[in-house]
């Protein structure tokens, strides 16, 4: 028996700060949505998604709620997992920073990093955002005549210096990233404009990264050697990737070149995972990632969203008044890698009565009357193909038309194009409806009629299937209708026989 291929994909590591909005849900299902559909390819997926507990912000935010640190993580680590359950994230690890396993996987890596001598001790200083964690640039300050901000989420920089275990990145570390930088220059996925930003950020003269902190309590104590240092965020969220597996779950993905690893990340956080993530990995001698799929931001108000800024949609309210399929297909609909989306109530409003109402539910609801009405008859499908075998063929090969763009869409990552070969087998088959005439077919007895019937509940079938990474619950329902498993596999044999009997005409959408 053939091993399964090892499919890896990740999502950000989000702070547990507050609870989470549109812009953590949209990560997520990108992930879930390719992660769906490598399982249907038959491959071992590992999912992976959680929650950063450690850092400043962290500590303020429990403070300004006047709740204990361990407590204000807890409780907003469980909004995640619940709006993961919601929304039908098909997760299979789930990190917390601050368990213990993970804690000893980081100490483990920085007392390497100092037995092999990567490490030294220095001074830093400079402007310092704690909403993202990060020194800032001049690039990434946004100047106005009163004072300067963070680019990203507004907020005031604050100076700070202090002596901290700097990781040395040296000239080799630069060869090292450029030829990876030309490696993955050729994924359409990463872009060019990236790993071009990239290689011009090596040309800084020094590039070497604090990777501790003596000012931040709320963090893995590293050392009892230097008590006053603690892990910096970044140092420590990274590793998770790799330390919510198990010690067999590592060798097989992150020791093994023929896995293929998968980062889902917005574009603010490119540099770190574009840059020190591989010299990490490099200097621990783990396997480094294959792809990342880096998209823009959710605009609201024509800003970032985001929890410092204030401007943060909730998906349960959108879930409340639409339900949580038509979120996933808006989301899957949204994606544009690089990209910023604009937010607002109206887009999804005009994309449910458009696609959903006018387009979806329509179709399906069309052919179920007529299916009710017309009580076609199937047992005789096989003779009736071969008499129709011209119009058989001419069918089957657009409907298979459909499904090799769909796969090839989906293997490039094109997630909003990949939904958008439904929608046009869904128009292909309101086309059909239009050019055979089904009530003519009726009136003048046409056994026809039953191979007409028989192949437009053959692309509903497939429809269905198509369905399955975007809105499970809603493909199980249109599978059910047709008689079909639930858990059918993601069989798109187009020589399909059923022996359907219809039950109940239903609407799915109104």
């Known amino acids: 028996m053939n091993k399964k291929k090892i499919f890896y994909i990740s999502t950000p590591i989000y702070y547990a700060n507050a609870k989470p909005h549109l812009g953590h849900l949209y990560s997520t299902l990108y992930a879930d949505f ?59 690890h789930f990190v917390e920073t601050h368990n213990l396993k993970h804690q000893v996987f980081v100490v483990n890596v920085f007392n390497n990093f100092l037995k092999k001598k990567y490490l030294y001790l220095n001074y830093y200083q400079g402007l310092y955002c704690s909403g993202c964690e990060s020194f800032l640039s001049d690039e990434q300050l946004l100047k106005d005549q009163k004072e300067e901000k963070c680019l990203v989420c ?6 700070l210096k202090e002596k901290n275990f700097f990781l040395k990145i040296n000239d080799q570390d630069r060869n090292f ?116 799929l880096i998209h823009g931001w959710i605009l609201n108000d ?9 401007n943060v949609v909730s998906p349960e309210e959108i879930i409340k008044k639409y339900g949580v399929n038509v979120l996933r297909i808006f989301i899957a609909s949204l994606i544009k890698p690089h990209l910023d989306i604009k937010y607002s109530e109206e887009l999804i409003e005009n994309f449910y009565r458009t696609n959903l109402v006018n387009n979806f539910s329509n179709y399906i609801h069309r ?53 958008q070969i439904i929608f046009d087998l869904l128009n292909f088959g309101n086309q059909m409806i239009e050019k055979e005439k089904p009530w003519n077919l009726a009136k003048e007895k046409n056994i026809y ?46 020589n399909w026989e059923t022996s359907f009997k219809l039950e109940k005409v239903v609407k799915f959408f109104e």
Request: proline content about 2%; aromatic content about 14%; hydrophobic content about 40%.
């Open 302 to 310: 024509e800003q970032k969203m985001s929890k410092s800024i204030g």
């Open 34 to 92: 390719v992660a769906r559909f490598q399982r249907t390819q038959s491959k071992e997926v590992f999912f992976i998604t959680g929650c950063d507990q450690h850092g400043s912000k962290i500590a303020k935010a429990a403070k300004k709620n006047k709740t204990n640190t361990e407590t204000f993580i807890k409780t907003n680590t469980q909004h995640f997992l619940n709006l993961w359950k919601l929304t039908d994230i098909s997760y299979t």
């Open 449 to 494: 009629l039953n191979f007409f019937l028989f192949n437009s509940l053959l692309n509903l079938k497939i429809v269905a299937l198509l369905l399955k990474p975007f809105a499970i619950s809603l493909s199980k329902q249109i599978l059910k209708t047709l008689n079909l498993n639930n858990d059918e596999s993601f069989n798109l044999d187009l």
């Open 177 to 292: 990233l450029q030829k990876l930088f030309q490696q993955w220059k050729k994924k359409k996925e990463i872009g060019h404009n990236w790993t071009n930003s990239l290689n011009e950020l090596l040309k800084i003269p020094k590039l070497d990264l604090s990777i501790t902190r003596c000012r931040v309590e709320w963090a893995i104590k590293l050392s009892k050697q230097f008590p006053k240092h603690t892990a910096y965020v970044w140092f420590d969220a990274l590793w998770s990737y790799i330390s919510v597996l198990t010690t067999e779950e590592r060798e097989l993905i992150w020791k093994n070149n023929d896995s293929q690893i998968v980062h889902v990340l917005g574009k603010e956080i490119t540099k770190f995972h574009l840059v020190y993530w591989p010299l990490f990995l490099e200097k621990d001698e783990w396997k480094k990632p294959d792809n990342f």
């Open 367 to 419: 052919l179920l009357i007529m299916i009710e009405k017309y009580q076609p008859d199937f047992t005789q499908i096989n003779k009736l193909k071969k008499q129709f075998q011209v119009k058989d063929l001419i069918w089957k090969k657009q409907l298979q038309t459909f499904i090799d763009q769909y796969h090839d869409l989906f293997n490039k990552f094109e997630i909003s194009q990949a939904l």
């Open 154 to 159: 507004q907020k005031k920089p604050i100076f």
